[in-house]
């Protein structure tokens, strides 16, 4: 109220920093609202994410630090299926993260993200 914080500089680098942590557009949005964002500024806040899929680039983070799908040794597709359900993914990503042939692939879309973002 008095303007000593920055609501939308705060949700954007929230947003920013949970994004590299592999979380989804729905949990960013809970966490933002969670820290009282309004519902407003953080829709305006995920809609302004450069790339077409945010929350793919999100689910390749997500399973290289847990080590799911490609990345694991041994085949749990039902099991890494439930965590990133978990995480807030739908199923088309959590499908297309957990199909991928080997682990190069995800963190080729990972890099690909990197370069349009710097």
Known sequence: RRGLVDDRAFALSLC???RRRGSSARR???GLIGRGVSDELADEVLG???GETPD???ACRYARRRRLGPYRGVERHERDLAALARAGFSR???DRVLGAEDPEALDDIIEASEGRDA
């Open 28 to 30: 960013i949005r809970a």
């Open 48 to 50: 302004c994410e450069a």
């Open 56 to 58: 793919l680039v999100a």
């Open 16 to 18: 920013k920093r949970l």
């Open 92 to 94: 088309d990503i959590a």
